[in-house]
């Protein structure tokens, strides 16, 4: 794959931040690296080979929708879903098909409240053809980018427009959650991702994972106002209550996207025709 076209997809994946709200998000470098290097092991043996050989380079680009989304606004609405938008759990006044979605609500109205599970069907996609066109190094940079938009949908903060605890008087949490959390104890995680599966409907799975991840947003906000309580900063005492309530939730999310990752990878693969892997 040529240079122009690595600059071209990064590109492409950043191109327009400076008119909306600034926003973080709750995964930080190190969790998109850590679901990476898990889901690597959550293969098989006849195609785990292949990206194990390229871990490196998945792992130099998970992070390039981050970059993207610092600089434009075009990008960033890729990578959240405000499901309160949508009525109450489980928020079946959206549709799961985008046409449909589309219809229903319009387009820019989708844009503003976020396309997060279509942009996994749409990578998906994308390394799919890749795959099946023998094109592999564009599929090993569709493979990163894949894993970073499926990792985003494990992350309770990137399913609510309280991203970063600005409606409930807690802004900075999903930093605090996401990066300063993993950054503190990632080395005492006790993960166990699950062997990757092949996926029906890499869309529809999408709006799955966005649920599940939504369903414990209240219990991370719980667990960081408790955890705040009688203290006049973020302090180690803090960090270590916050663990204590809520790192059960974190290492639940981010080995479960360890094995979406992994499934997703399978399953492009699988829908390309199992083609020859280069060695």
Known sequence: MSRRFQINLVMGIALALLFLPAATFAWGNNANRLIVNRAVDTLPTDLRAFFDANRSILLQHVNDPFV???????????????????????????????????????????????????????????????????????????????????????????????????????????????????????????????????????????????????????????ADRESRRGLNAYTDEYYDQFYNQSGAILIRQISDASTDVGSYWLTAWKNAGQPQLPR
């Open 68 to 222: 993207g989304a610092e600089k434009t606004p075009a990008e960033r609405k890729n990578q959240f879903l405000y499901l309160e938008k949508y009525g109450r759990f489980p928020f079946e006044l959206l549709p799961r098909t985008y046409k449909a979605a589309v219809g229903k609500f319009g387009k820019s109205k989708l844009e503003a409240n976020g396309l997060l599970p279509w942009q996994i069907g749409v990578y998906s996609a994308k390394l799919t053809d890749a795959m099946q066109a023998g094109k592999w190094e564009e599929a090993k940079l569709y493979a990163a980018v894949l894993a970073s938009y499926v990792a985003a949908a494990h992350d309770p903060f990137n399913t609510t427009d309280n991203f970063d605890g600005h409606l409930s008087a807690q802004n900075g949490i999903n930093e605090r959650f996401g990066t300063v959390l993993v950054d503190r104890s990632s080395s005492f995680f006790f993960m166990h991702p699950n062997d990757a599966a092949f996926i029906a409907d890499p869309t529809d799975h999408a709006f799955e994972a966005c649920l599940s991840s939504h369903s414990w947003l209240e219990a991370v906000l719980y």
